[in-house]
């Protein structure tokens, strides 16, 4: 059974993302940036809610009141990476606009990439990392102060269920540099869809925000190693028979 709910739900998203895409492609020239995201957060919506009524992923948060309040307030969400579920649920969660950092081989994936690259996101080249940093620092501040928020995955990559990945300071970095408050947001989307698992299963998954955590004053390095320590506290909280006791 789940295997067959798994395949419709790859289905739905398949054949739901070609007309959605092409619509994205031909309204772009007379849109503006917020309305290109909104379009495409309303395709990640109809892709999280068919995971709701196909898959029974559901998704419960915590800590919305942690999130900043006002048009402009910036915010950089650092999120604990599992699996393709919170990449696609953030957005349909969130109250703000979003701007991801991700890798510029995403552009071109048909249709889901070609729909990304008319968004106002910051896409980098990861073999020119010195240029890609400069680059995140030169739009992340524009983002932000146009009341994007940035979000990043500071492991870098899914990470298996009950494990931890390396934490990079890429977001933290960002942060100083900027001025703007970190969030770090625990998730535990691998009970439901396990990294690089086709078969998915149905649960809730939780999302849970902390507070806000001021950059001013701070070193890069020092800042990440509190986000770890609050994300990796609160995965055990929330998802405890996942890690070793002890």
């Known amino acids: 059974?789940?295997?067959?709910?798994?395949?419709?739900?790859?289905?739905?998203m398949?054949?739901?993302?070609?007309?959605?895409?092409?619509?994205?492609?031909?309204?772009?020239?007379?849109?503006?940036?917020?309305?290109?995201?909104?379009?495409c957060a309303g395709w990640l919506k109809l892709a999280v809610n068919g995971g709701t009524f196909i898959l029974g992923i559901k998704n419960h948060v915590i800590g919305f009141e942690n999130l900043p309040v006002g048009s402009t307030a910036p915010a950089i969400l650092l999120v604990k990476h599992q699996s393709t579920w919170?990449?696609?649920?953030?957005?349909?969660?969130?109250?703000?606009?979003l701007a991801y950092v991700f890798k510029k081989e995403l552009l071109y994936v048909p249709f889901f990439g070609w729909a990304m690259g008319r968004m106002d996101m910051?896409?980098?080249?990861?073999?020119?990392?010195?240029?890609?940093f400069n680059k995140v620092v030169e739009q992340g501040q524009r983002l932000l102060n146009q009341g994007t928020w940035v979000i990043m995955f500071?492991?870098?990559?899914?990470?298996?269920?009950?494990?931890?990945?390396?934490?990079?300071?890429?977001?933290?970095?960002?942060?100083?540099?900027?001025g703007a408050p970190v969030i770090p947001i625990a998730v535990t989307s691998a009970k439901c869809w396990?990294?690089?698992?086709?078969?998915?299963?149905?649960?809730?998954v939780e999302f849970s925000i902390g507070k806000p955590i001021p950059s001013a004053g701070r070193q890069p390095d020092e800042l990440m190693r509190e986000v770890e320590a609050w994300i990796e506290a609160e995965m055990r909280r929330l998802d405890p028979t996942a890690y070793p006791q002890g």
Do not use: C
């Open 1 to 12: 059974m789940h295997l067959l709910r798994s395949i419709l739900h790859t289905l739905f």
């Open 14 to 39: 398949v054949v739901t993302v070609i007309p959605w895409g092409l619509a994205v492609l031909i309204a772009a020239p007379f849109l503006n940036s917020t309305q290109i995201y909104w379009m």
């Open 86 to 97: 919170e990449t696609f649920s953030m957005p349909a969660l969130m109250p703000h606009p």
């Open 122 to 132: 910051i896409h980098i080249d990861r073999s020119k990392r010195a240029q890609a």
């Open 154 to 178: 500071p492991e870098g990559t899914r990470i298996p269920r009950g494990q931890q990945g390396t934490y990079k300071s890429g977001g933290t970095r960002l942060a100083v540099e900027t």
């Open 194 to 204: 396990p990294r690089k698992a086709f078969v998915k299963k149905p649960g809730t």
